[in-house]
């Protein structure tokens, strides 16, 4: 197929690597077949207008995936190979019935991919890292190699953040990398700040590490700066703990004006600021995260739990300042010795390549499409949310409590959590984190949503659920 004429619009690799993604695409859809002659690089390199050694490198790359053969004298070619892997990793390949069906509801999930494209693409990613399974199966430095940091920093850079990469450090998941941030923060007895709504995790690891907890009033902006002050007079905290991007569970995300009053209380009272990421990725735009502001008085947790999946447990911690580097490796090191080479192999690999983007692309529109069912049933101001957000936060009306709605809803298939979880001092609200996505099928999430809004319409009595 001499004509053939990729458009690497197509792709938002690095050009060279969307030559190959773009041959990998056109040979599931059928543009390209197994046996077609590839252009040759000289003049494939004159018709996209690119280098001669653009060109080369994605052959290359396209080589690597098993997609292409290259011989001397007779050209490049197609091999097949992306049909074949399109349907597994081997022949006779088949999901796991018993993987399949592990799903914890109570968690707050973006929704899962289901377009067979980026599903294939995913599965040549891992395909492309079992090429190194063996050294991946090795012990490896703690913080991830200089190829990851490079990934992390990439992915960073997204949120306007550009470290050194001896502050950047590749851990298991934000919830560890809380774990010991905090253990060098704080020591038993002391006290440390959150929202007053806030991350149940969080509850769990100041109880953990015996730390007091204590919630900060809030308002629609996110933590009132002049009760940060007042309880920085009275507590002496330690640090404070916020997620400050589609914060879970309420969804709220602290405008740009807001945060910049925060840190000046926190500069005022030397407070180190905990920056949970976790959803910082997911706005097409949105405030600086606090570490752009204030660097040196911030650790940044930038999870991929919510940007990518949560099975991938890693997280890219970013430093305030290179003395709290030593003590923060020796605390990860004592709990966790290192992030998993093959899943931090896997990661790179997708943010090189650009899989990441894409999955990131997936998990808005489909989010997007999510909330819009939710803001077609419910009246509008009868819950928060946001545009992008997997979750809606419901306060309850009609005599409904927190429990009765819990058990009302528990068959629905989503999943639907009491504000029990997310309070730190004081009797919690009558509301409830309700989440959209995770596994669940638009169709069936419609079915959910219908029947939470008709037992919303009245009282518990009328919604017939006890018997």
Not at 178 to 198: D, H, N, Y
Request: aromatic share 8%; hydrophobic share 45%; glycine share 8%.
């Amino acid at each position: 197929m001499k004509d053939w004429h990729p458009d690497l619009g197509r792709s938002s690799s690095p050009r060279y690597m969307a030559i190959a993604d773009v041959i990998e695409m056109d040979l599931r859809s059928g543009h390209l077949v197994a046996g077609d002659r590839l252009p040759p690089q000289r003049e494939l390199a004159k018709r996209l207008n690119v280098d001669f050694t653009t060109v080369a490198r994605g052959y290359v790359e396209a080589q690597k995936r098993g997609l292409v053969d290259s011989h001397v004298g007779r050209g490049t070619f197609v091999t097949g190979s992306a049909a074949k892997e399109s349907q597994g990793f081997a022949p006779g390949a088949a999901p796991d019935p018993r993987r399949a069906s592990v799903v914890d509801f109570s968690m707050n999930m973006p929704p899962e991919p289901h377009d067979p494209e980026l599903i294939a693409r995913m599965r040549d990613g891992m395909a492309t890292v079992a090429a190194n399974l063996i050294p991946l199966l090795r012990y490896q430095g703690f913080g991830g190699a200089g190829i990851d940091k490079e990934a992390a920093a990439t992915w960073l850079s997204r949120r306007g953040l550009a470290p050194p990469q001896e502050r950047i450090f590749v851990t298991p998941g934000a919830h560890p990398a809380l774990l010991a941030i905090f253990s060098l923060l704080a020591k038993p007895g002391e006290t440390v700040l959150s929202e007053i709504i806030t991350y149940p995790g969080m509850r769990s690891i100041a109880a953990q590490l015996r730390l007091n907890l204590a919630g900060l009033p809030m308002d629609e902006d996110g933590i009132l700066p002049d009760a940060f002050a007042r309880a920085c007079e009275r507590l002496q905290p330690k640090a404070l703990y916020l997620n400050p991007t589609l914060q879970n569970p309420t969804t709220l995300t602290i405008p740009a004006r807001r945060r910049e009053e925060i840190v000046t209380v926190a500069r005022r009272y030397h407070v180190p600021i905990v920056e949970d990421d976790a959803y910082g990725f997911i706005p097409l735009e949105g405030p600086p995260p606090l570490a752009a502001t204030a660097p040196d008085l911030t650790w940044h947790i930038g999870g991929l739990a919510k940007s990518i999946g949560a099975g991938l447990r890693l997280a890219y911690v970013v430093a305030p300042d290179s003395k709290t580097v030593w003590p923060f490796v020796s605390a990860m090191r004592a709990n966790n010795v290192m992030a998993s080479p093959l899943t931090l192999a896997l990661a790179t690999r997708w943010i090189e390549d650009g899989t990441a983007d894409a999955i990131l692309r997936f998990i808005r529109t489909e989010a997007a499409a999510r909330q819009q069912m939710v803001a077609a049933l419910l009246p509008e101001g009868s819950y928060r949310a946001d545009p992008l957000s997997f979750n809606i936060w419901l306060p309850l009306a009609n005599g409904w409590t927190r429990s009765t709605f819990g058990s009302h809803m528990r068959s629905a298939g989503i999943g639907v959590v009491a504000s029990d979880a997310f309070t730190v001092e004081g009797a919690a609200p009558e509301a409830v984190r309700v989440c959209l996505g995770g596994p669940i099928t638009r169709e069936k999430l419609q079915g959910a949503l219908d029947f939470m809004a008709h037992a919303l319409e009245g009282p518990p009595e009328m919604a017939a659920s006890f018997f």
